[in-house]
């Protein structure tokens, strides 16, 4: 049982290096010099295998039996209220605002859209929502269902995205220069600060 666990920790840590290098700027750069033809779906089929490959790693995740870790229905609701609800609320509105963009569906019918640096909306509170739901939703699903399979998962994806997030903000830095440097200045990256009007 135990050796699945790590099995499952090996093949999160897998997908997440395979997942950073397929969206670096580096593979893309070579290949939208060297596969034009194909480059404006790269972005479709880096959704289309990034999704097959989550569900395969899901489906390993819950098929083995895995050590309950906590045992209390206080922490079940109030992580269902704190973490789960704001998480997926917020997960849902990124993926919704962007899943035409993100997603290269759109490569199928038009051109390949000019990137712009998005600042409107939920990005008005932090630079990187989708991930600030993401990692509410996996904590949360963790605490409601406290097994070690989850906390693996959840501990995976949480240093994915802490070390993801920085080249992340490499690479939009370099796309966007000053302006996304002016927009770091003044919107936290994960956490929303809040801040009261003071007289």
Same mark, same amino acid.
Do not use: C
């Given at each position: *049982?135990i050796? !699945?666990?790590? =099995? ?5 840590i897998?997908y997440?290096? $395979?997942?950073?290098? @397929?969206a670096?700027i580096?593979v893309k750069?070579? %290949? +939208? ?11 479709l089929?880096y959704s289309i295998?990034?999704? =097959?490959? @989550?569900v395969? &790693?899901l489906i390993? !995740? ?5 050590i @309950? &870790?906590?045992q209390?229905? %206080?922490i079940?609701?109030?992580? *269902?209220?704190?973490l789960? $609800? ?5 997960m849902?509105?990124? =993926? ?5 963009? /993100? ?11 000019e ?7 939920i990005?008005?509170y ?16 963790f ?6 399979n ?10 994915y995205?802490?070390?993801?997030i920085?080249?992340e +903000?490499?690479?939009? /830095?370099? !796309?966007?220069?000053?302006?996304y440097? +002016?927009?770091?200045?003044? =919107?936290?990256? /994960? $956490?929303?600060?809040?801040? @009261?009007?003071?007289k």
């Amino acid at each position: *049982m135990i050796f !699945q666990h790590f =099995v499952l920790a090996f093949l999160w840590i897998l997908y997440g290096i $395979i997942h950073s290098l @397929l969206a670096s700027i580096t593979v893309k750069s070579f %290949l +939208e010099k060297n596969a034009k033809g194909i480059y404006r779906y790269y972005r479709l089929f880096y959704s289309i295998f990034a999704f =097959v490959t @989550l569900v395969v &790693l899901l489906i390993f !995740q819950y098929s083995f039996h895995s050590i @309950l &870790l906590i045992q209390s229905n %206080l922490i079940k609701y109030i992580s *269902m209220l704190l973490l789960v $609800i704001p998480g997926a609320l917020i997960m849902i509105v990124s =993926v919704y605002k962007y899943f035409r963009l /993100l997603s290269g569906i759109r490569t199928l019918y038009e051109s390949l859209p000019e990137v712009k640096l998005e600042i409107r909306g939920i990005h008005k509170y932090v630079r990187h929502p989708l991930y600030t739901g993401t990692l509410l939703f996996v904590w949360g699903l963790f605490f409601i269902f406290p097994f070690l399979n989850n906390l693996v998962a959840a501990l995976a994806i949480t240093g994915y995205t802490l070390i993801g997030i920085k080249f992340e +903000e490499k690479k939009l /830095l370099l !796309q966007f220069g000053d302006h996304y440097r +002016e927009y770091v200045s003044k =919107v936290p990256m /994960l $956490i929303p600060a809040f801040k @009261l009007n003071s007289k």
